[in-house]
């Protein structure tokens, strides 16, 4: 099957420093893939370059047949992508469903029917478990609820790939357990595809399919949790050498 | 140095569950974990830059809990905090006699033991700090953390981003430190080399202490293994 991502040889530097340095990623189509390394690795850097928050300096992203290094963050949305932020941004002033429904009228598939946009956002909140706080304004929300609302929000663009920021973080073990079942409730009711820059580390090797490990700029590992957690490279990356 | 309950957070995000720790006198005793476990909220905990929701930090049979940080250092306990946070732009002399703000008495003793754990700073004494390398600023950052004489060193990922080669000359350092009566914790990612010196260990996972015990327990249990890499 042709992968429905392919990262090739991209390259950010941001003045002298080199965040990544050629980083070649190929992700097929309904996988979940974790993506870890320490801490500055460039993960959050790598995420903004497939959305568009920053340019390339060098290299191709390509989604689904598409350039995506091309185009602009809204029509990288519009072409199949969405994406929640480590540090959530719902937007301010609004109720929960107010956030909701602007995703489901500005993304992918632009509907400007506000009545059916908002029953079509009441589903989603629905599928997310917030439909009881959707005309609560989203200042007052826990971090639990906020996080869900940020899938909600992305989920609301109709995206084909999905990119996950560090969604489990500050999360409780049971709260981390819920969530990773929506995860994969949320792959097989919309055939998304996932890819999840996460911390914490149980959790990521439990949910994914595959699981790469970016260092140094490079993404030095790719392949099953299992194989990777073998990986004597990875495990320099993380623990020191021996 | 004794910690109950620990709980921390920043604004909703909760980072540390109820932590509870002990460092013995004269021991070298290590946090260790995986990035974002938590490690660095808890250091800045226990020195006092931040304040705990709940829970308690004793030291030397003090409730400290809420002293500002100097009084923290006046009564022996010192942070040679995460990416060192020299004084960059001085000396590094100067750097040093700004550590020993709070013993100043003690000034001159402790150049002098300074410099004989790391004879390369008095060498290079005159320099500025900003143009030595990583390695030698971390060296001034352990050596200013001494010049207060503290009786309790806390060391925030001391070995960040070092080359190997100086790595394992500062492990040996931290050992020297030790033998000469201070009592030492240490916060690192690193395991392997930490290791090598450690006398008691935590492993820090998710905000909480996962496993504990001596050095030896430590490095055998496949535990530590998951906490890092979750397999």
């Given at each position: 099957m042709a992968p429905i991502l392919r990262v090739e040889g991209v390259k950010k530097r941001f003045g002298g420093n080199v965040v990544l340095d050629g980083v070649d990623l190929e992700v097929e189509k309904g996988e979940i893939r974790g993506l870890i390394g320490p801490n500055g690795a460039g993960k959050t850097t790598l995420f903004n370059l497939i959305s568009g928050i920053y340019s390339i300096d060098d290299g191709k992203i390509i989604f689904d047949g598409k350039r995506?290094?091309?185009?602009k963050q809204h029509e990288i949305c519009r072409a199949g992508v969405a994406r929640t932020f480590q540090i959530a941004k719902p937007i301010l002033g609004m109720t929960v469903l107010q956030n909701v429904i602007s995703g489901r009228i500005f993304g992918a598939r632009q509907i400007f029917n506000v009545e059916k946009a908002t029953r079509e956002a009441m589903d989603i909140l629905k599928f997310v478990g917030l439909e009881g706080k959707a005309s609560v304004p989203v200042e007052s929300l826990a971090i639990g609820d906020i996080r869900r609302l940020e899938i909600a929000r992305a989920i609301a663009c109709e995206p084909k790939l999905i990119l996950l920021d560090e969604v489990l973080a500050g999360l409780s073990v049971q709260e981390i357990e819920v969530a990773l079942k929506f995860i994969e409730e949320m792959r097989e009711k919309f055939g998304v595809t996932v890819i999840m820059v996460e911390h914490v580390m149980r959790a990521v090797m439990g949910i994914s399919d595959r699981v790469s490990v970016l260092h140094n700029g490079k993404i030095i590992c790719t392949g099953k949790p299992k194989e990777v957690a073998c990986n004597k490279q990875v495990i320099e990356s993380y623990m020191g050498r021996e | 140095m004794k910690v109950e309950n620990l709980e921390y957070s920043y604004g909703k995000i909760k980072v540390l569950r109820g932590v509870s720790l002990e460092v013995k006198k004269g021991s070298i005793t290590a946090i260790l974990g995986p990035n974002g476990a938590g490690k660095s909220t808890l250091v800045n905990n226990i020195a006092g830059l931040l304040t705990p929701e709940s829970g308690d930090v004793y030291f030397n049979g003090k409730r400290i809990t809420h002293l500002p940080p100097e009084e923290r250092v006046r009564m022996g306990m010192v942070l040679v905090p995460e990416r060192r946070r020299l004084f960059e732009h001085l000396t590094v002399l100067d750097n040093l006699k700004a550590g020993a703000y709070l013993n100043r008495g003690g000034l001159n003793d402790a150049l002098k033991q300074v410099f004989s754990l790391f004879p390369i700073l008095e060498e290079r004494k005159n320099q500025v700090v900003s143009t030595m390398s990583g390695g030698q600023q971390q060296m001034v950052a352990v050596a200013r953390g001494l010049m207060a004489n503290p009786s309790l060193l806390i060391m925030d990922?001391?070995?960040?981003?070092?080359q190997p080669t100086i790595v394992s000359e500062l492990v040996k350092n931290f050992k020297k430190i030790s033998e000469m009566g201070k009592t030492i914790l240490l916060v690192e990612q690193n395991f392997y080399q930490v290791a090598k010196i450690m006398d008691y260990a935590y492993i820090i996972e998710h905000g909480q202490i996962v496993l504990s015990g001596s050095a030896q327990k430590v490095k055998s249990n496949p535990k530590v293994k998951k906490a890092y890499l979750g397999i």
């Open positions: 995506l290094d091309k185009m | 990922e001391p070995l960040l981003g070092l």
